[in-house]
């Protein structure tokens, strides 16, 4: 399983725990807002918006949540203004990260994470100084007990999916990006419930770390993930599986 896939799946444990303690929820709104500010409040014509809301449905979150954020993302309630951001970054060992921020305050925000990123080993770079190594794709993951994995790769490969990997306790399914938004209603109308579904960057190859340097970069990917204004984490690292595990129990 590769290092993304490895880390898709303690996203997933997090956000769980994220949305039992209303951290999630946080996040979820800012990314409604800012799809609806992008690309206005009319779902048909908005795949970014019909993505974040599945996502807020998914997460159990109160209908009027949702209008609101959406609402004041179109101008049509008085609310905060956030902007889309990314940054980038390396961690300990060379690790290439990237992040998908939405903030309403850039200098606050970017302080914070610089300092993040220097406290555990790590330092910000400049625009376009890792991006070279991702690519954009859709990603989607699914409980296992959700569905058998023979019948989801063929409803996903036939929706327009790429591939579809196998975790612990998960399925991920990659899109192009561009086809993500057919791909999940593909898979709900056939009944499957998404735990995720987003876009991000997945990394063209991965750095391998162990000992004290896979330690550190998990905690400083544990830590931007927890910030808030911090959407969504990618980076390029790969761990071995039972260092994994005892690393993220810690």
Same mark, same amino acid.
């Given at each position: 399983m590769s290092g993304h896939s490895k880390w898709s799946t303690i996203k997933h444990k997090k956000a769980l725990k994220d949305a039992r303690r209303g951290r999630m929820f946080t996040k979820l709104i800012k990314d409604l807002t800012i799809a609806a500010r992008i690309g206005g409040s009319d779902l048909s014509a908005n795949p970014r918006l019909r993505t974040a809301l599945a996502a807020a449905k998914a997460s159990s979150m109160p209908n009027d949540t949702i209008d609101r954020a959406i609402k004041k993302g179109a101008g049509e309630l008085e609310g905060v203004t956030y902007e889309d951001v990314v940054y980038e970054g390396h961690g300990p060992g060379g690790v290439a990260i990237?992040? #998908?921020?939405?903030?309403?305050?850039?200098?606050?925000?970017?302080?914070?994470?610089?300092?993040?990123?220097?406290?555990?080993? *790590?330092?910000? *770079?400049?625009?376009?100084?890792?991006?070279?190594?991702?690519?954009?794709?859709?990603?989607?993951?699914? $409980?296992? *007990?959700?569905?058998?994995?023979?019948?989801?790769?063929?409803?996903?490969?036939?929706?327009?999916?790429?591939?579809?990997?196998? *975790?612990?306790?998960?399925?991920?399914?990659?899109?192009?990006?561009? $086809?993500?938004?057919?791909?999940?209603?593909?898979?709900?109308?056939?009944?499957?419930?998404?735990?995720?579904?987003?876009?991000?960057?997945?990394? #063209?190859?991965?750095? &391998?770390?162990?000992?004290?340097?896979?330690?550190? &970069?998990?905690?400083?990917? $544990?830590?931007?993930?927890?910030? $808030?204004?911090?959407?969504?984490?990618?980076?390029n690292f790969d761990i071995a599986q039972e260092e994994m595990e005892r690393l993220s129990a810690a």
């Open positions: 990237m992040l #998908q921020v939405l903030t309403d305050n850039k200098n606050r925000t970017v302080s914070e994470i610089r300092h993040f990123f220097t406290k555990h080993g *790590g330092n910000l *770079g400049s625009p376009n100084s890792v991006a070279w190594m991702f690519t954009k794709k859709g990603i989607i993951t699914v $409980d296992k *007990g959700q569905v058998d994995e023979d019948r989801l790769m063929e409803l996903a490969l036939d929706a327009g999916a790429e591939d579809m990997t196998v *975790g612990d306790e998960i399925f991920e399914v990659v899109t192009p990006p561009e $086809d993500l938004e057919a791909v999940r209603e593909a898979l709900e109308k056939a009944g499957i419930t998404l735990a995720s579904a987003e876009v991000t960057m997945i990394p #063209q190859n991965t750095v &391998t770390l162990s000992g004290k340097e896979a330690e550190q &970069t998990l905690k400083l990917l $544990d830590i931007l993930q927890e910030h $808030d204004d911090v959407q969504s984490v990618s980076a």
